[in-house]
């Protein structure tokens, strides 16, 4: 195992040998899975069975848990930044994905999340030096408050002007933090630094391995509590309210509660991984918490499937661990997010990994606002 | 508004029809007067809570949720009500007043027929097992044999003992199916009558039936 990583990875990044067998393992793979797509598409599904089911996430669960130990510090590193990516995207995708509510300021949770974190553990600023794991609880319920605080104003907006609303939050939680008059809380511009680690046990979960786990268990729980909630009444109220507001009123759902839990339960997925990446890296600063995060989210939720729990995970792959692994490319990183998802808006609307309802349709796809009536007819895509 | 009558609101564009209906939903607040059902005051409810009170609004232009199901639409139709047994019955007779929803049951509802969306609209309300059914426009932008069957079930959803408040443009398949009438004109209503006298009515002809 180790002569064959040490040829594919030099130094922090792919060697160009490896690069280009990725590459190549890649396309192959997909190449052929087309192809057995095809032939599949004539024959009817046999459904797998729960004990199949059962046997496959057991595989994959063992596969996630040795992973990382066979390919070292470095891979952990990218799966770390990953797993934060997909916590955040889950929240993102309660609120974008399921609710409709186009939301350009989420990295705001994400800071919140952190800094409440740090406030709450760092003996450097004499506020209180919780332990993580007593903090954390206080943390999330900070940013699910938060939550509701944005939530609250924007009942009544819909589409660019909610939007532009949340972008706005984004930015002044960011400038909050660095403002002078809250120093004393925040830091300024110093940040905040001896953020506490976790600890399990005797062990301090300080080494990008041992918060793998950590973040690992922060993604399944959140990716349960979301799978849960899509198929409760709420997650119908959120599609209903996501397809058309005024009907969703019609046919009796309140609008005001059901947005804000929307909101609470996006907030509190993003204060989670707020919360680990303080931790993680032991110091927070402002400008960590810039308008990109926002950004990279909603991209990888929408390389992934709007709405799709999985695709947020391979959005995430996608979006953070690709360009983790090619650093060597990293001036280009923007340009080729730029270009991804050109091309996935015109030949994959619905994302890499859709729900499976979503295959079924005419992908008459309008991105963001959710709003299928405001569809131009007759931009049907096959799908692909 | 009497129990399992049909009234029906008649005008032309900008008379205030669509808006009275929004009203009484709860969608809009009224500016002044109050709507009533059974003595309770609609206007201090929400839009949700009047839905539970059983007047629910077909809207214009069949909106349906295009990406979900047409069984998922029915199923959210039923959203204020908690039993699921009554639901699944409520189902079954939505099932028999619209055959063909039951054919496309497991469709998404963009990609059903106007007449089709139209029925899912209409099934979507009747899930909630109205008191007050109010249809605003349900004819609007269909074929006239479509038209012809969306009356047909009007009649017999009356048949069944809905009360019904229609809104509709088409003033002259609407006073058929109506018991009585009301017209409107930018806002007030200036006429009201039995829905055969209306028919009669030798002004309402000139202006809506397009009798000369």
Redesign the interface.
């Known amino acids: 195992m180790a002569p064959l990583l040490e040829w594919v990875f030099s130094g922090k990044g792919l060697s160009v040998a490896g690069a280009l067998a990725i590459a190549v393992i890649v396309i192959a793979s997909e190449v052929l899975g087309n192809r057995r797509r095809t032939n599949a598409r004539n024959v009817t599904a046999v459904p797998i069975t729960p004990r199949q089911k059962q046997m496959r996430t057991g595989a994959l669960m063992a596969l996630l848990l040795i992973f990382p130990l066979l390919l070292g510090t470095y891979v952990s590193e990218v799966l770390d930044q990953v797993g934060l990516y997909i916590l955040m995207g889950l929240g993102l995708n309660v609120v974008v994905g399921f609710a409709g509510l186009l939301d350009l300021g989420y990295v705001g949770f994400f800071a919140i999340g952190a800094y409440a974190m740090g406030m709450l553990t760092s003996p450097e600023l004499g506020l209180a030096s919780l332990s993580w794991w007593t903090a954390l609880p206080i943390a999330v319920s900070i940013t699910i408050l938060a939550g509701i605080m944005l939530g609250v104003p924007v009942l009544n907006m819909r589409g660019d002007y909610l939007a532009i609303v949340t972008l706005g939050f984004g930015e002044i939680i960011r400038l909050l933090a660095l403002s002078d008059a809250l120093r004393p809380w925040t830091g300024g511009s110093q940040g905040i630094q001896l953020i506490a680690k976790p600890v399990v046990g005797t062990m301090v979960l300080d080494n990008q391995l041992k918060l793998y786990y950590l973040i690992l268990a922060g993604c399944l729980l959140a990716g349960f509590i979301s799978s849960r909630l899509r198929d409760s009444r709420l997650g119908r109220a959120w599609m209903a309210m996501r397809e058309d507001e005024d009907v969703a009123q019609a046919i009796g759902i309140n609008l005001v509660a059901t947005k804000l839990l929307a909101f609470s339960v996006g907030a509190a997925f993003g204060g989670l991984s707020g919360a680990i990446f303080a931790a993680k890296l032991g110091a927070i600063y402002p400008n960590s918490f810039g308008l990109l995060i926002s950004i990279n989210v909603l991209a990888l939720l929408i390389i992934g499937g709007m709405g799709s729990i999985r695709g947020v995970v391979v959005g995430a792959l996608v979006l953070v661990g690709l360009p983790e692994l090619l650093r060597e490319f990293a001036e280009f990183r923007l340009l080729v997010y730029g270009a991804l998802l050109v091309v996935m808006m015109l030949y994959r609307p619905q994302g890499l990994w859709p729900e499976d309802a979503r295959k079924l349709e005419a992908h008459e796809d309008d991105g963001l606002s959710g709003d299928s009536s405001a569809a131009p007819a007759g931009r049907i895509i096959e799908p692909a | 508004m009497e129990e399992g009558e049909i009234v029906t609101l008649i005008g032309g564009n900008g008379a205030g029809k669509s808006t009275t209906l929004n009203t009484i939903?709860?969608?809009l607040k009224p500016r002044r007067g109050s709507i009533r059902l059974n003595n309770e005051n609609l206007g201090n409810f929400?839009?949700?809570e009047i839905?539970?009170k059983g007047v629910?609004?077909v809207?214009e232009g069949r909106?349906?949720?295009?990406?979900?199901?047409v069984l998922?639409n029915l199923?959210?139709?039923a959203?204020?009500r908690p039993s699921r047994s009554e639901i699944a019955q409520t189902l079954e007779q939505v099932f028999t007043l619209f055959p063909r929803l039951k054919e496309r049951e497991s469709q998404?509802a963009?990609?059903l027929s106007g007449g089709e969306q139209q029925m899912l609209a209409m099934g979507?309300?009747l899930m909630?097992k109205p008191k007050v059914l109010l249809l605003d426009e349900p004819s609007m932008g269909l074929a006239p044999v479509l038209v012809d069957s969306i009356f047909d079930t009007i009649r017999k959803l009356h048949a069944l003992g809905t009360t019904i408040l229609l809104v509709e443009q088409n003033a002259r398949m609407a006073l058929q199916v109506a018991d009585r009438g009301y017209v409107l004109q930018t806002g007030e209503i200036i006429l009201t009558d039995k829905a055969t006298a209306l028919r009669e009515n030798e002004s309402v002809q000139k202006a809506y039936l397009g009798v000369l």
């Open positions: 939903s709860g969608l929400k839009a949700h839905v539970a629910v609004q809207p909106r349906v949720f295009g990406r979900l199901t998922e199923e959210m139709g959203f204020t998404l963009g990609t979507r309300a909630a």
